[in-house]
Nanobody
């Protein structure tokens, strides 16, 4: 099994910053893409940012220039630096990872339990 544990959420004022971290552990052979998604109340899940195992990144238009995703492949961690936060960034943020646990199994997607980010004055 694979576990993803997020940390770093909280309450921040508009214009402030937060840094989210996610650590993957368990029976991991390789991790391909890692990423962050978010879900605000009453809305669907939205891609925030992804990073592949070559360092290639992809961002939602709404966070470009404000958020930065990074990873430490040796530690199986992924981070999301969030700057210039806006009210509309309020959501539960989930870490995702596409993990291969064995040479005999296909890649599977795992998700963390989520961490709340609230932007409010």
């Amino acid at each position: 099994q694979v576990q993803l544990v997020e940390s770093g959420g909280g309450l921040v004022q508009p214009g402030g910053s937060l840094r989210l971290s996610c650590a993957a552990s368990g029976s991991i052979l390789t991790i391909n893409t890692m990423g962050w998604y978010r879900q605000a109340p009453g809305t669907g899940r939205e891609l925030v940012a992804t990073i592949d195992n070559g360092g290639g990144t992809n961002y939602a238009d709404s966070v470009k220039g404000r958020f930065t995703i990074s990873r430490d492949s040796a530690k199986n961690t992924v981070n999301l630096q969030m700057n210039s936060l806006k009210y509309e960034d309020t959501a539960v943020y989930y870490c995702n990872a596409k993990v291969r646990t064995s040479y005999y199994r296909l890649e599977q997607t795992y998700r963390g339990q989520g961490t709340q980010v609230t932007v409010s004055s």
